[in-house]
């Protein structure tokens, strides 16, 4: 009788235990098996729909520059030979692909470099925000996202524009 009283108090005593420590939890708290935090809002590179999206938009992008009455001239060089062209594009793709928050790492040089001895106008630069603003129009993003691409690429204007 005592080793029946003693187990069914022990059996009562866990299952106290296990309810208590039940109340101790509460709904937010989650374990993560391998100490990984959860996953934070999606970034502005899987947003924008990864390097095929991003590929897309770049490539209509340089097609619009180099075809603007504007500031094509200002492409000839480079559109006219492939491998320079090859190089401008991998750079473009790999400097939205990382200032988003993706995987790429852009390999250029600076815009500052890039970019002396042109003398770049305000107002080409500004045409070549709206052929961007067009290639992203074109492919639907949406304008959320591209608003934060704008406020991670234009603060390059004073890096591009009259050097």
């Given at each position: 009788?005592?080793?029946i009283t003693f187990v069914?108090?022990?059996?009562?005593?866990?299952?106290?235990a296990?309810?208590?420590?039940?109340?101790?939890?509460?709904?937010?708290?989650?374990?993560?098996?391998?100490?990984?935090?959860?996953?934070?809002p999606?970034?502005?590179?899987?947003?924008?729909?990864?390097?095929s999206a991003?590929?897309l938009?770049?490539?209509k992008?340089?097609?619009?520059?180099a075809?603007?009455?504007?500031?094509?001239?200002?492409?000839?060089a480079t559109?006219?030979?492939?491998?320079?062209?090859?190089v401008f594009?991998?750079?473009?793709?790999d400097?939205i692909?990382?200032?988003?928050?993706g995987?790429?790492?852009?390999?250029?040089?600076?815009?500052l470099?890039?970019?002396?001895?042109?003398?770049?106008?305000n107002?080409?630069?500004?045409?070549?925000?709206g052929?961007?603003?067009?290639?992203?129009?074109?492919?639907?993003?949406?304008?959320?996202?591209?608003?934060?691409?704008?406020?991670?690429?234009l603060?390059?204007r004073s890096?591009?524009?009259?050097?």
């Open positions: 009788m005592k080793k069914l108090a022990a059996t009562v005593v866990a299952s106290l296990g309810i208590t420590a039940c109340k101790k939890k509460t709904v937010t708290e989650t374990v993560y098996v391998d100490n990984t935090p959860p996953p934070g999606p970034s502005l590179y899987t947003r924008l729909g990864g390097v991003i590929t938009v770049t490539d992008f340089i097609n619009n520059c075809t603007n009455s504007f500031i094509g001239p200002r492409f000839a559109a006219s030979d492939p491998n320079r062209l090859r594009r991998f750079n473009l793709i400097q692909c990382a200032g988003s928050g995987p790429c790492q852009y390999k250029g040089v600076t815009m470099q890039a970019h002396q001895g042109m003398n770049i106008t107002a080409e630069f500004d045409t070549l925000v052929q961007l603003v067009k290639a992203m129009t074109f492919y639907n993003v949406p304008a959320s996202e591209q608003n934060e691409l704008a406020t991670i690429l603060p390059m890096d591009i524009v009259g050097h």
